[in-house]
T-cell receptor, first 118, second 114 residues
Framework: AQKITQTQPGMFVQEKEAVTLDCTYDTSDPSYGLFWYKQPSSGEMIFLIYQGSYDQQNATEGRYSLNFQKARKSANLVISASQLGDSAMYFCAMREDPSGGSNYKLTFGKGTLLTVNP | DTGVSQDPRHKITKRGQNVTFRCDPISEHNRLYWYRQTLGQGPEFLTYFQNEAQLEKSRLLSDRFSAERPKGSFSTLEIQRTEQGDSAMYLC????????????FGPGTRLTVT
């Protein structure tokens, strides 16, 4: 089973509107972290936002917010007031913290290609 | 803070040749990761270092792959006897040992094996 599922291969949004990118995850570890990265056509992965499994409030970073629903195992990214420069691939990723483990590798979804239309 | 850098940015090689990539992490970061990203997929974990110790290798990392981080600073990833299936973007990331552990990625090295 996939650990990170992004069901939207592509999304379109009008400039200045909000858009939600979906992400569901699967883990049995009680401690984990969820990340969103942006990858423009240049290829560099740009960190956007982080949510820890024990965080009580949803994370926000400027125009980015993470809608964290723990019981549903979802971690959707909301981008408000979309800009043309937001057009890129967006990846959801998870870091699991197994008991006694120390490896903090990230497991990524397949990504969603967001296109912002003028 | 100059960010994570990788060299070269692009590499074209013939099948059977050896290639080596370099990654320079953010200077105070203890952890360094290598990922591979093929077309249309998210990055996949290859290996990671804590300081100079290589602590885990993915099953994706065949015997033809070797990675080092000799002084706990920069790292190299070598692929011997390259195959066409090795064509991919090789991404390096670094992070602190404490805190939220967000990983900061370099620009990647795009490898094309002909």
């Amino acid at each position: 089973a996939q650990k990170i599922t992004q069901t939207q291969p592509g999304m379109f949004v009008q400039e200045k509107e909000a858009v939600t990118l979906d992400c569901t995850y699967d883990t049995s570890d009680p401690s984990y972290g969820l990340f969103w990265y942006k990858q423009p056509s240049s290829g560099e992965m740009i960190f956007l936002i982080y949510q820890g499994s024990y965080d009580q409030q949803n994370a926000t970073e400027g125009r980015y917010s993470l809608n964290f629903q723990k019981a549903r195992k979802s971690a959707n990214l909301v981008i408000s007031a979309s800009q043309l420069g937001d057009s890129a691939m967006y990846f959801c990723a998870m870091r699991e913290d197994p008991s006694g483990g120390s490896n903090y590798k990230l497991t990524f979804g397949k990504g969603t290609l967001l296109t912002v239309n003028p | 803070d100059t960010g994570v850098s990788q060299d070269p940015r692009h590499k074209i090689t013939k099948r059977g040749q050896n290639v080596t990539f370099r990654c320079d992490p953010i200077s105070e970061h203890n952890r360094l990761y290598w990922y591979r990203q093929t077309l249309g997929q998210g990055p996949e974990f290859l290996t990671y270092f804590q300081n100079e110790a290589q602590l885990e290798k993915s099953r994706l990392l065949s015997d033809r792959f070797s990675a080092e981080r000799p002084k706990g600073s920069f790292s190299t990833l070598e692929i011997q006897r390259t195959e066409q299936g090795d064509s991919a973007m090789y991404l390096c990331a670094s992070s602190l040992l404490q805190g939220s552990y967000e990983q900061y990625f370099g620009p990647g090295t795009r490898l094309t094996v002909t």
